[in-house]
């Protein structure tokens, strides 16, 4: 069902709000034990809301769009008097004072929220194990894990445990578990969603973007969420345009570029990879031009990402000292111990990996060899994609190089784990959108990711290129088995 769908039957009252939110929290409290996507689950709140949204419906009000609906959202966002933890024990009693801006957005476009959503330490990984509160498992086989940092927010959607969620992705945490997890995941441009109220993880990559079943869900929540914000000042003010509008627009005569270097990378797992190709096949019999281009800098995109994210976390989370929010290690006989000390208990060692990486990579006599020549390639790397869009209007190449991995695999080998994000990085440090649709099943029958990468601002273009692929396509209409629990 989508968006659509559900405020028809909302309206003609053959289901009311109530009702969805009671199935969700009923199927949440049958598979989430297992599943572990839910850090926070708002029962009482979220009833009380619907009950208020029914009573709306039945006095005829004019309602906005996404009224009664219940939406997850990524626990690194202020939820304001609902603890927001970062899966973080440093931030374990953290109740925001305030309300980030897209949760306000949501809610008052009538969105219910359901509960707050588990991730990886402060967004730092791709597989959800990095969380303080245990991890996230694939619905689709509970051996894999969920992708991450966003792991939770794919998972519930994927098991049904809402009919959206929001996340955010620095190098690829949204995009990355929408593949693993087989539902959409999108990255706005950076500058087209807020990040107030956002716990900042890399300033100059972090974005926030939904996730769901279809794309026009997607485009929908993006929609809500999208603009100008006084609060944040890289937010852009260009105007939103309509994007469901230009939904089912035909792609024909659209020129979509196959970024060929994503393609002879020895890491890249062979369903993977024909998939893909199989996907801008049929691209090209919807209509569009396949075109091959070449980005050199691609596959520099890692090592960029892993010296600019971890120095940009390392200022950011300084200011987690003991004194102004969260832990504090108790019995400490000075300032320097207690902060030292409320550090070294309350951070994982996947956060204090980058905080050393980061620290080392900005300190005097290193900031240039390291720093200052990754942002040199960042601008490489952008002039890349400023040609390719000079010849086409939406690049494509696979999501992940892999399906969903094993659960233990890559969590002692942090080289693995980063390389998981070796195709959807580039996107964060050129500023672009980028979507990821589920286009296939390996041999295990583990989902597979398509992506898609547009010029900035022209999130409209992807999202209509990806609703006709998903309309040709048909994957899905294939669900997982969430059975595991019998
Ligand atoms: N935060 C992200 O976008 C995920 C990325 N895997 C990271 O660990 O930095």
Redesign the pocket.
């Known amino acids: 069902m989508t968006f659509e769908d559900l405020r028809q039957k909302l309206k003609s009252g053959e289901v009311s709000s109530k009702e969805l939110v009671q199935e969700k929290i009923n199927r949440i409290n049958e598979l989430d034990p297992t599943l572990n996507s839910f850090l926070i689950v708002n029962t009482e709140l979220a009833l009380s809301k619907a009950e208020h949204i029914d009573k709306q419906i039945a006095s005829g009000d004019h309602l906005p769009p996404l009224s009664g609906i219940p939406i997850a959202i990524k626990d690194n966002l202020c939820t304001k008097g609902i603890k927001t933890t970062c899966a973080s024990k440093i931030l374990d009693n953290f109740v925001p004072p305030y309300e980030s801006t897209v949760t306000k957005k949501l809610l008052n476009a009538g969105a219910i929220m359901i509960g707050k959503t588990n991730m ?1 330490e402060f ?4 597989s959800t194990e990095t969380s303080a509160f245990g991890p996230t498992l694939n619905p689709w086989n509970i051996t894999k894990v969920p992708g ?2 966003s792991g939770g927010s794919a998972a519930s959607v994927a098991a049904g445990l809402c009919y959206g969620s929001l996340g955010s ?5 949204i995009r990355q578990p929408a593949s693993f997890c087989g539902v959409v995941g999108m990255k706005p441009t950076y500058g087209r969603v807020s990040r107030w109220g956002l716990i900042a ?1 890399a300033s100059s990559l972090d974005q926030v973007g939904p996730f769901a079943n279809n794309v026009s869900d997607a485009a929908e929540i993006l929609q809500v969420i999208s603009g100008k914000d006084e609060l944040d000042s890289t937010t852009v003010d260009i105007p939103v345009p309509n994007y469901l509008e230009t939904l089912s627009k035909s792609i024909k005569g659209m020129k979509i570029g196959l970024i060929d270097n994503c393609f002879d990378h020895e890491g890249l797992a062979t369903d993977v990879k024909e998939s893909v190709l199989s996907s801008a096949s049929l691209l090209e019999n919807l209509g569009a031009e396949i075109v091959n281009i070449s980005c050199p800098r691609f596959n520099d995109g890692i090592a960029t990402y892993y010296v600019i ?1 971890p120095s940009e976390a390392s200022a950011n989370l300084a200011r987690y000292d003991g004194v102004k929010y969260g832990f504090r290690a108790e019995d400490e006989q000075s300032l320097i111990e207690m902060t030292s000390k409320s550090r070294a208990l309350g951070f994982g060692s996947e956060v204090k990996r980058r905080i050393l990486i980061g620290t080392y990579a900005l300190s005097a006599g290193y900031v240039d060899a390291y720093y200052k020549k990754a942002q040199q390639v960042r601008t490489l790397i952008r002039r890349d994609f400023d040609d390719a869009f000079k010849k086409v209007d939406v690049l494509l190449a696979p999501t992940a190089p892999t399906t969903a991995f094993g659960s233990g695999d890559n969590i002692d080998n942090p080289m693995a784990m980063y390389l ?2 070796l195709l959807t990085i580039p996107a964060n440090l050129a500023g672009l959108p980028a979507i990821s649709l589920p286009c296939g099943f390996d041999k295990s029958d583990l989902p597979i990711g398509l992506q898609l990468i547009g010029n900035v601002f022209e999130e409209g273009k992807l999202l209509q290129v990806a609703n006709q692929f998903e309309k040709a396509a048909e994957v899905y209409k294939n669900r997982p088995k969430t059975d595991f629990t019998l």
């Not at 967004?123 to 791709?126: K, Q």
């Open positions: 990886d967004a730092m990984g791709s991450g940092s992705d620095t190098g690829g945490s993880f994210a998981s994000d």
